[in-house]
């Protein structure tokens, strides 16, 4: 079975640092792909980044990276030079292989909160 | 143009009541969701429809019966209201099984 897991519930950062945010995965597919949501306390959810399992580099987005390590399994999002406007919940998921039934799951989130 | 819309936004009801959410995507895509995000932020896929047809049904409560008329509307009716099922409910789409989603902006739901 597939697992997300974001083990840091809440961040503190200040304003034009950079910040990881964590996420690792478990999966037994080859096939797979990754992503990153935000959600601002407005409630949308908002779609940042996706990395493929088979993609040889890293999927950046503007100030969005996403640093993937296959091997451990892992996918962090990187923000550079935060901004107060970056202060959300921000979610890893992932896709398994495709199928029509195949679905995407979530970890449980981390809240981070920029200071200026 | 809004790329998802699902109404209303907003509904508090009593317990025992029957509500429904409705959702429409303009995106011509062919798979739908609808997701429920509890009071701890955890989102959790509820239903899939894929062309109209139920793929996914995450064990949820009879009580909750998803109905898509045509692959650009998916619906949820919620009979019998209980206090947890309180919760934001999120309508969401893709092009394909397991593409990006598209989130709605999400129905807070409050049973009283």
């Known amino acids: 079975a597939q697992k997300i897991t974001q083990t840091q519930p809440g961040m503190f950062v200040q304003e034009k640092e950079a910040v990881t945010l964590d996420c690792t995965y478990d999966t037994s597919d080859q096939s797979y792909g990754l992503f990153w949501y935000k959600q601002p306390s407005s409630g949308e959810m908002i779609f940042l980044i996706y990395q493929g399992s088979y993609d040889e580099q890293n999927a950046t987005e503007g100030r969005y990276s996403l640093n993937f390590q296959k091997a451990r399994k892992s996918a962090n999002l990187v923000i550079s030079a935060s901004q107060l406007g970056d202060s959300a919940m921000y979610f890893c998921a992932m896709r398994p292989p495709y199928s029509s039934a195949s679905k995407i799951i979530f970890g449980s989130g981390t809240r981070l909160s920029i200071r200026p | 143009d809004t790329a998802v819309s699902q109404t209303p936004k907003y509904l508090v009801t009593q317990m025992g009541n029957d509500k429904s959410i409705k959702c429409e995507q303009n995106l011509g895509h062919d798979t739908m969701y609808w997701y429920k995000q509890d009071s701890k932020k955890f989102l959790k896929i509820m239903f899939s429809?894929?062309?109209?047809?139920?793929?996914i049904n995450e064990t949820v409560p009879n009580r909750f019966s998803p109905k898509s008329p045509d692959k650009a509307h998916l619906n949820l009716h919620i009979n019998s209201l209980e206090l947890g099922d309180s919760a934001v409910y999120f309508c969401?789409?893709?092009?394909?099984?397991?593409?990006?989603?598209?989130f709605g902006s999400g129905t807070q739901l409050s049973v009283l």
């Open positions: 429809y894929n062309n109209k047809e139920l793929i």
């Open positions: 969401a789409s893709s092009l394909g099984g397991n593409e990006k989603l598209f």
